[in-house]
């Protein structure tokens, strides 16, 4: 299991003078182009899996092959919930499986931004999982941008608690008009006011040259999508002359083609070579599972149906359970035995899982401690 916490990673790349690429998933070709770009180069990576591109993706089918790829993956990866838009959405981002997660209200009123921020961090931080928040405001190319500033960057990191901030220096999202211009001194200046690892969205466009400086000032993660995609989406292009081709040629190449580009991408941010340490340095990142089997009171099949369902709802919405799982109660002797299964995003879950007053109410009425009880039981997965 290579999937690491994230804050260790980029901890370490931040404390190392490189930076991790973030790359933004949308297909099960670039998940295995980046991993196979990590593996072949032995660099950390992040997978990330991005709000708005819900609308074109259904990330519950994705998710799940990403945390596959993952997990079987040779070098350290983490899973990033990229430009969440708020409280609900970074809960969902954890259930999908991210192991860190962005919140953007960069937008917003500073003080919009802060409160929001401020909620997702007491949330993820419950569950193990750090917080990226940006300030500022990097644009969509056509928009105005916001540069961050020294000292709202220094409130708004002591105010929020975010682990890792994206700052705007002069980069853009999307594809760019021409050179972009950016401030170097303003990054110099916000990293040595904060000390915490700095992100830059808006890879796409820049120089080796321009990467080196940035990751000088504390730039510790790059997200990178456009550039990417628009070669990808280029080859596709060629593939589709051939006319006689059918759906899978047009995808012929793309996986390799991405694949060598992403590890030039990592070989240029100073990750290349790094895997065995990071692995080394950073804690493993596993869900839990929590087993509650217990003997319903006497009902019938309908009351206990309506039971199974509302568990499912409530214990479904806490924050960090990923999943909840009940198996069809099977007869035991003349009563019926329930098994259920709580998938936790990490152990950090436990503490505020056992105090959430709907967890402490089903397991009052339903499966309170007695001698046909089973509840204290959390397994790492292995
Ligand atoms: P580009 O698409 O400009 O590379 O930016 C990606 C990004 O910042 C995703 O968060």
């Known amino acids: 299991m290579a999937l690491v916490r994230m804050q260790d990673m980029l901890r370490h790349a931040y404390e190392n003078g490189y930076a991790v690429g973030a790359f933004d998933v949308v297909s099960l070709d670039m998940i295995q182009g980046i991993i196979t770009a990590a593996e072949r180069c032995r660099a950390p990576v992040i997978i990330g899996i991005s709000e708005p591109h819900f609308e074109h993706v259904d990330m519950g089918l994705l998710a799940p092959a990403v945390e596959a790829a993952a997990a079987r993956a040779e070098v350290p990866v983490a899973i990033h919930f990229d430009h969440g838009s708020g409280l609900e959405s970074a809960v969902e981002g954890i259930r999908l499986g991210c192991n860190g997660v962005m919140v953007d209200c960069s937008h917003l009123e500073l003080k919009e931004n802060i409160d929001i921020t401020k909620a997702v961090v007491a949330m993820a931080h419950e569950c193990g999982v750090p917080v990226e928040a940006e300030l500022g405001y990097v644009p969509d190319s056509g928009d105005e941008m916001v540069y961050t500033t020294v000292e709202e960057a220094r409130g708004f990191v002591r105010l929020t608690g975010v682990d890792f901030l994206a700052v705007s220096i002069g980069t853009v999202h999307g594809r760019l008009g021409g050179k972009p211009k950016l401030d170097y001194t303003r990054l110099r200046h916000i990293n040595e006011a904060l000390g915490i690892p700095l992100v830059l969205h808006g890879g796409s466009g820049l120089s080796d040259d ?66 065995a340490e990071v692995l080394e340095r950073c804690a493993p990142w596993r ?75 089903l397991r009052k009425r339903y499966w309170r401690e007695s001698d046909s009880a089973s509840v204290s039981n959390y397994r790492r997965s292995a």
């Open 287 to 361: 869900p839990v599972d929590h087993l509650i089997t217990f003997q319903p009171p006497e009902m019938d099949a309908e009351e206990l149906e309506f039971i199974t369902r509302r568990g499912r709802r409530l214990l479904g919405a806490i924050p960090g359970v990923r999943e909840v799982l009940l198996s069809e109660p099977v007869q035991s002797g003349t009563r019926r035995r329930c098994a259920w299964t709580l998938r936790l995003a990490s152990e950090a879950v436990i503490p505020q899982l056992e105090q959430n007053p709907d967890y402490q109410g």
């Open 210 to 275: 321009q990467f080196h400086r940035l990751i000088t000032n504390g730039i510790a993660k790059i997200n990178y999508f456009t550039a990417l995609t628009d070669s990808a989406a280029r080859l596709m292009r060629d593939n589709a002359r051939d006319k006689t081709g059918g759906y899978l040629d047009l995808f012929d190449g793309v996986s390799a083609l991405l694949e060598q580009e992403a590890e030039r991408l990592m070989r240029v941010w100073g990750g290349a070579g790094r895997a």
